[in-house]
Each structure stands twice: as C-alpha cells, then as structure tokens.
C-alpha cells in the first residue's frame, strides 16, 4: 500500500514538472497602421527575437494596408521563419488590403469577431473595369494585378487556406468579417481576446521549413513584449507622405531664406534638418522621379517670379508643374501612403501666398526712394546757415554741407535739394511757400 502511494506522488510529480515544461515564452509584437518600410524593420526584429530565443511570435496587428514591396519583404520573411509566427487581429481591428497577405503567410491566422479582413486589390491597379465606355486596365496593371493573384494564391495552398476566396479579395477587392473567414477557411481560429487565443495556439500543430512543430502552451505571463523602438516610429512617421511632402518644402525655403540672406543662419539650420528629414522619409517611399523633378521646377519658378517679375506667367507656370508635380509624385496609391489632394492644394495657396508677399516686397522696394549715394539725397531739405546769394553753408542731417543755391536764401531759410555735384556740392533751391518737408 505504501510502495503504491509512493509511485501515485511520483506520478503526480513527473506530471506536474511536463505540465510546467509545457508553458513557454513567446514573443508578443504589435503593429496597428499602414505596412510600410518601418513595418519591415519591426517585423525583422521581432522575428529575430522569436528566432534567438526559439519561441512563437505572436503580431496583433490591425492595418489598412500598405506597400506591396513592403508587404512581399514581410511574407517572404513569414515563409523563412524557424519558429510559429501566429497573426491576430484585434477586436474591432482590421486587416484590410497587405494585411490578408500577412494573415495568409502567417503560421496561424486568427481573428476576433467583430473583425474583418479583405479589399486586397492593389489600389493602383484597380479591378479590371467592366463595361462599355470604361477603359480597362493597362497591360502593366495587369500583370501586377496576376502577380498578386498568384501570391495569394501560392500562401493559400501552402497554409492550406481558401484559395479562391483569397483570389476574390484581390480581384474584386472582397470584404468579409472574421466569422465568415473562419467559416470559409481564410483563418483557422477565432478569438475573442488574446487570453482564448493563446489557449487556442497551443498545441496546434504547424509546418516550418523543415519541420513539423507543435506550438507549446502559451501564457500571458510568459510574453515577451517587444515594442516598436524610436528609430522605427521615427521612420512610421516620417514616410507618412504628408509629412515628407511638408518637410521637404520646409527645408527647401528654409535653404532658399539662407541663400538669399546669408547669416540668418537659423533659417538655413531649420530648412537643412526638415530637408535631410523629408528626403530620408521619402527615400521609404515609391517616388515618381518626374513628379519630384515638377515639384523642383514649380517651385524654382515660382521663385523667379519674385525676382523677375514674368507677368505672372513664371508664378502660374510653376503653380502648375507644382500641382501635377505632386499628385505624381507618389503613383502607388497604397491604403495610409496617400497625398491628400487638401494637403497639395493648401502647399500651393501657401506658395501662391508667399509669392505674392514677395512680389509685394519687390513692389514696396522698388518705389521707396533711394535711401544710400548722391541720389538719396535729392528732395531732402536743409537750412541755410547764412545769408546766401550764391554759394554757402547749410545745415544737412546735422551736418554742415556746402551748397549752391539756384535764388538767394536768408540765413534760417529752408530749401529743398535738387542735385548733387560730384564734388559732393548740394544744389538747392528755396522752398515756396507751399513746399512742406520733415526736420533738417
């Protein structure tokens, strides 16, 4: 009896150390905005954390979607992994456009409820139009459009997901919530929250590249927190388009002020650092060479305008190029890595406006009298310092002149300057008595 209790707490013993070795870290990343260049980077990291500590990454993520260069580097990530990667989408998330790439690639797909998931079609392209009158798309588009096509379709039949389903969100950029997915086989697991989805992972088998792999129990005490660091929120924000739009004309007046008044210096500081900052945020994005060669040229335009003054055809011209400049400039209309039409038409009234107080400027300058040499002192008035019949002294901006009046002039007597001889002799005459002028 005794022998047999010994082997039962033994039992229980063995059982209690497997039931512990089970529980395991995982990696816990998240990511909620468009899928860009910084997405790569905090993808790369957290895949290589899970990676060096041999543990399930788990990426909550909730997108609108993104590039799809961006999107391929972080599939083509996914299907090299060692460990699970498991993709979860929130409660009231999405994962629209390059999120169905990443749910399809992902290890384990899951989704909450109140979910949803779909629109993949490249928004560039478009979906084939239909219909008489409408044109359809390009032959280019077309390829990019079977490229994707093909791509959803190869993660399907790897992870064993709904090809066809998968094919119609990139085609005709079909939604549906994650109930339906589940149903129709585009996710395996649905989750309320991260508690169930962990409870549900675990123990699920998966397919790495060279092997079979089950998922060990996971817990929320066990995660591993990994957060985007400051280099890739710096990177998020700056290829926001807005943002590289705005800095780049920051920085290009900034340097433009300096040039035009050297030793300002703060000008030339700012407009350097905001033009490094917009060129590194723009270099993260599919610029259009030609629509950034417009932007320059409307731009270098609209300054010459100010500086000689075409009639307003410089200044008009370079409103346009700069205009169509911009809306060229970013020709992958990807979710979340658009140029607001708002934001373009508000940089051109700022410009239009700039310009405008500029040639203002040039206007004011032009008529203001001449305020250094011989010719800045014409019209000024000065008082004799003596009787004067022809020659004498008067009294010039506190100053005593020589002068040659063209009447006589008493001693006090103002007269106003009509010349000035080389020799620095003023030629004045008397003022009548309706001449007016400010204090000699």
């Not at 979910?115 to 993949?120: I, Q």
């Not at 928004?123 to 044109?135: D, F, H, M, N």
């Amino acid at each position: 009896m005794l022998h047999n209790m010994r082997i039962f707490v033994l039992g229980l013993a063995l059982f209690g150390c497997a039931g512990s070795a089970l529980a395991a870290p995982f990696v816990h990343a998240h990511w909620q905005g468009p899928i860009g260049p910084a997405t790569v980077q905090y993808f790369a990291r957290a895949l290589g954390e899970a990676e060096a500590r041999k543990a399930p990454l788990v990426l909550e993520l909730d997108t609108p979607g993104g590039l799809l260069t961006s999107t391929q580097a972080i599939v083509r990530r996914m299907m090299q992994a060692h460990v699970p990667v498991i993709v979860w989408v929130p409660p009231g998330a999405r994962a629209a456009s390059a999120g169905v790439f990443l749910l399809y690639a992902a290890h384990i797909a899951a989704a909450a409820p109140s979910a949803h998931l779909g629109a993949a079609t490249p928004v560039a392209l478009g979906a084939p139009s239909e219909g008489k009158g409408k044109k359809g798309p390009s032959t280019m588009e077309k390829k990019a459009l079977n490229d994707a096509v093909a791509m959803i379709r190869a993660l399907a039949r790897t992870r064993g997901r709904n090809a066809k389903l998968g094919e119609r969100m990139v085609r005709e950029a079909l939604a549906v919530d994650a109930v339906e997915a589940k149903q129709r086989g585009a996710i395996d697991i649905l989750a309320r929250d991260f508690s169930e989805l962990l409870a549900k992972v675990s123990g699920r088998k998966v397919a790495l590249p060279h092997a079979q792999l089950v998922v060990p129990r996971l817990r929320a005490a066990d995660e591993v927190a990994l957060t985007p660091s400051v280099r890739e929120r710096l990177l998020a924000w700056l290829s926001r388009p807005t943002i590289a739009y705005l800095l780049l004309l920051l920085g290009f007046y900034g340097l433009a002020f300096e040039a035009l008044h050297p030793g300002a210096i703060f000008p030339g500081v700012l407009g350097g650092i905001a033009f490094l900052l917009g060129l590194y945020g723009m270099s993260a994005l599919p610029v259009d060479a030609a629509g950034a060669f417009l932007i320059v040229l409307g731009l270098a335009l609209m300054i010459a305008e100010a500086f000689a003054p075409g009639f307003g055809v410089l200044g008009i011209g370079g409103a346009v190029a700069f205009v169509l400049g911009s809306l060229m400039l970013l020709p992958e209309k990807a979710p979340g890595f658009r140029l607001p039409l708002g934001v373009i038409l508000g940089a051109t009234a700022a410009n239009f406006a700039l310009l405008a107080l500029a040639l203002g400027a040039l206007v004011r300058a032009r008529r203001r009298r001449v305020q250094t040499g011989p010719e800045a002192e014409i019209g000024a008035i000065v008082e004799a310092l003596e009787d004067m019949e022809k020659e004498g002294f008067v009294r010039h901006m506190g100053e005593r002149w020589r002068a040659v009046a063209k009447a006589p002039l008493a001693k006090g007597a103002r007269a106003r300057v009509v010349d000035v001889r080389d020799d620095l002799v003023l030629v004045v005459e008397p003022l009548d008595s309706q001449g007016k002028g400010g204090e000699p």
